[in-house]
């Protein structure tokens, strides 16, 4: 299982920091990702990372405020939410990829097959 939390209200401008933890698996062994789904919105990418932590992606609307890291020894996944918009407003959730290579960003949602319940974000304006 994995177990999302972090989110809360916060004004524009301001930041969160999101963890995932997981109970039942070692996430060492996954690829993971954190989504978000604003309302009416499809599903979207937030922050991917490989395995090893060395490999990392964004989704174009949080690049360069947004980052996602990893503790493998914490069994952990993060995201650091800097200069966070109205437009951020969303549920968050964290995603593991099972038979992942060790370097391996993967982009396809559908590849996931286990999920966080999500944390909800609300940025203010």
């Known amino acids: 299982q994995l177990q999302a939390s972090g989110g809360g209200l916060v004004e524009a401008g301001g930041f969160l920091r999101l963890s995932c933890a997981a109970s039942g698996r070692a996430l060492r062994n996954y690829a993971l990702g954190w989504f978000r789904q604003g309302p009416g919105k499809e599903r979207e990418i937030v922050g991917l990372i490989s395995r090893g932590g060395t490999f990392t992606d964004y989704g174009d609307p949080v690049k360069g405020r947004f980052t996602i890291s990893r503790d493998n020894a914490k069994n952990a996944v993060y995201l650091q939410m800097n200069s966070l918009k109205p437009e951020d407003t969303a549920v968050y959730y964290c995603?593991?990829?099972?038979?992942?290579?060790?370097?391996?960003?993967?982009?396809?949602?559908?590849?996931?097959?286990?999920w966080g319940q999500g944390t909800q974000v609300t940025v203010s304006s």
């Open positions: 995603a593991a990829k099972s038979n992942a290579i060790h370097s391996g960003i993967y982009y396809n949602i559908a590849d996931y097959g286990a």
